[in-house]
């Protein structure tokens, strides 16, 4: 039961372009979501999330689009850099009034993107 | 310093062994947790460790794992007898303080070959 989707198993961008990650969930109780980029070797490193309650968060050159009523959240990279290229995976997580603090998260099965130079 | 640091990097084992993961998480959290990642595949959570106790467990958690933190500093994942199929990335994660407390802090994983 794949509640988390990265429907693109790889993309590549030419440096200083824009970089489109996209993502899909299923379950409409996911409230907060999060983007981690993963080098090889080396566990996921947190980029940038965003709740619920918002539809857009920016973080420098990366910008998280969320839209819930299609259940549809997007990563935006500009400029696309080289050090960019990795595994990108979105990750949600449901949290209610009784869980908060507990961070089970849900992991799509990643986008690995490469920046071209 | 990393944040999480995880040992061995890499074990191979023979199935039917034991096999013990180490995590220090830097610093003092409550909110401790285990996710693996086959290869090829997602990472999936595994456990969540709160207070000294299991908060939360996914089906993968079954009898053959356990977690405790022994001495309040090491937190430790085993796996009692391994199988082929537990081949994976073991990522042991803390809950963030600085950059949020929904954000999760994972280590650099050990690689565990079951062979």
């Known amino acids: 039961d794949q509640q988390v989707k990265q429907n693109s198993p790889s993309l590549s961008v030419q440096e200083g372009r824009i970089s489109i990650l996209n993502c899909d969930y299923t379950n409409s109780m996911f409230d907060y979501f999060l983007w981690y980029k993963k080098y090889p070797a080396e566990g996921p490193t947190f980029l940038i999330s965003i709740s619920s309650i918002k539809d857009k968060n920016e973080d420098g050159r990366f910008t998280v689009f969320l839209n819930k009523s299609a259940k549809h959240l997007s990563l935006h990279i500009v400029p696309s850099q080289p050090g960019d290229s990795a595994v990108y995976f979105c990750?949600?997580?449901?949290?209610?009034?009784?869980?908060?603090?507990?961070?089970?998260?849900?992991f799509g099965t990643g986008t690995r993107l490469t920046i071209i130079p | 310093e990393p944040e999480v640091t995880q040992t061995p990097s890499h074990q191979v084992t023979q199935m039917g062994q034991e096999v013990i993961l180490r995590c220090v998480p830097i610093s003092n959290h409550l909110y401790f947790y285990w996710y693996r990642q086959i290869l090829g595949q997602k990472v999936e959570f595994l456990v969540s460790f709160y207070n000294n106790e299991i908060s939360e467990k996914s089906e993968i958690f079954d009898d053959q794992f356990s977690v405790e933190r022994p001495d309040g500093s090491n937190f430790t994942l085993k796996i009692r007898s391994t199988k082929l199929e537990d081949s994976a990335m073991y990522f042991c994660a803390r809950q963030g303080v600085n950059s949020g407390a929904n954000v999760l802090t994972f280590g650099a994983g050990s690689r565990l070959t079951v062979l």
């Open positions: 990750a949600a997580s449901a949290h209610g009034i009784s869980n908060f603090g507990n961070e089970k998260l849900t």
